[in-house]
């Protein structure tokens, strides 16, 4: 079982930046390629960007590519969300999620129903 616990989420006014921060538990993170969603009110879940286990291949949202990069940090269990130019659109729950079949070291996916383990989420709200 893995427990995934994300961060850094708040209020920012649009144009600004956040950087959100999943902690996972469990020895076998460095297997898992991670992905991270967002699900604005109303709205369902939707992908944002997912990350290689090997962080050799990362994948996004055509919402949000240029704006926002994903990495990861094996030793740390962490995978990061960096997000730059924030627009009122953006404001939602952020979700990081685990896929816990290991793949190749550059396979990643969107497909909301390949990831096994969820964190609890972490508001984003953007302010116009």
């Known amino acids: 079982q893995v427990q995934l616990v994300e961060s850094g989420g708040g209020l920012v006014q649009a144009g600004g930046s956040l950087r959100l921060s999943c902690a996972a538990s469990?020895?076998?993170?460095?297997?898992?390629?991670m992905g991270w969603f967002r699900q604005a009110q109303g709205k369902e879940r939707e992908f944002v960007a997912a990350?290689?286990?090997?962080?050799?291949?990362?994948h996004y949202a055509d919402s949000v590519k240029g704006r926002f990069t994903i990495s990861r940090d094996n030793a740390k269990n962490t995978v990061y969300l960096q997000m730059n130019s924030l627009k009122p659109e953006d404001t939602a729950v952020y979700y990081c999620?685990?896929?816990?079949?290991?793949?190749?070291?550059?396979?990643?996916?969107?497909?909301?129903?390949?990831?096994?383990?969820w964190g609890q989420g972490t508001q984003v709200t953007v302010s116009s």
């Open positions: 999620a685990a896929d816990r079949v290991v793949r190749g070291p550059n396979w990643t996916t969107s497909d909301v129903r390949s990831y096994d383990y």
């Open positions: 469990g020895r076998t993170f460095s297997s898992y390629a």
């Open positions: 990350i290689s286990w090997s962080a050799g291949r990362t």
